[in-house]
């Protein structure tokens, strides 16, 4: 297997696969991208392995960094949210794949149906959406492009099964199923904070203790990222054509401020 992108998703994604026993490939065309990713990777390993987890130094032996993309029966595409970034790695894919490999995307919003346009193999691409932190999250959105074929589908919901996680399925329109929900929460959250209804703190509060939610939209998006929210929310703005899908200024504001959220240092909070 194939994992393209070395970050905090893909670097989760690879994990989750070698501690299913399998073999798997990690690429980054970012110097240094692969050893940030591998050392993360063994953190959060050993973390788990105090609650429990497997031998960290046997699943990291199952990773191998790869200089470029190799020849597999499944990738995984994981990296930024730009769709003509991950237009370009799947043209490349397809020319590096096998013909019967499938070509998987990551993507939390861009269609499915885009990026098998430009492949020779409309029929064995497919959306599969982790969630993050990718090791701790049971969830993978499975989503059909147009031409996805049943048996490229059924392939991705076994294993996703296989992997310890449990699939939904869901259509190529925007922002699928989840992010088509928790993008317009989050972003409401950003007019309240902006509009001065209320503090983060007790935004964030108000949904964990009100809702139950394990953690309020502020700190979810500073999670996620918020050049990520913002990109997500442009793609549903465009792909609905719907102002209520906009981004907030305020968000706009703070990613141009270099305010990413956690992997930044600062977002709507400040992180050590």
Do not use: W
């Not at 996620?224 to 465009?238: P, Q, R, S, Y």
């Not at 609905?240 to 909070?269: E, H, I, M, N, T």
Request: charged share 25%.
């Amino acid at each position: 297997m194939l994992v393209v992108g070395a970050g905090q998703m893909g670097g989760g994604i690879a994990q989750v696969v070698a501690a299913s026993g399998r073999r798997v490939s990690l690429h980054d065309p970012y110097p240094g991208a692969v050893e940030r990713g591998l050392a993360a990777i063994e953190k959060s390993l050993k973390r788990l392995a105090e609650k429990g987890g497997a031998d960290p130094e046997n699943t990291m032996d199952r990773i191998e960094p790869a200089p470029h993309l190799v020849a597999a029966d499944l990738m995984i595409e994981a990296i930024t949210e730009d769709a003509g970034a991950k237009e370009d790695v799947f043209r490349r894919a397809d020319e590096v794949l096998p013909a019967e490999a499938v070509l998987a995307s990551n993507t939390s919003s861009i269609p499915i149906t885009s990026l098998a346009a430009v492949t020779t193999r409309p029929d064995r691409v497919v959306g599969m959406h982790f969630f993050n932190p990718v090791p701790v999250l049971k969830l993978v959105e499975v989503i059909r492009g147009l031409e996805t074929s049943d048996e490229t589908a059924a392939a991705i919901v076994r294993l996703a099964e296989e992997l310890g996680k449990v699939p939904a399925e869901a259509r190529d329109f925007p922002g699928f199923v989840s992010n088509r929900i928790l993008m317009p929460f989050l972003n409401e959250a950003a007019y309240a904070l902006m509009e001065g209804v209320a503090e983060p703190e007790a935004i964030d509060r108000i949904a964990t203790l009100g809702f139950a939610h394990p953690l309020g939209p502020l700190a979810l998006a500073d999670l996620i990222g918020l050049d990520t929210c913002v990109a997500i929310m442009e793609v549903l703005h465009e792909g609905f054509g719907d102002p209520k899908f906009a981004p907030c200024p305020l968000l706009r504001q703070y990613v141009q401020a270099g305010r990413l959220g956690r992997k930044s240092g600062r977002g709507f909070y400040e992180y050590a």
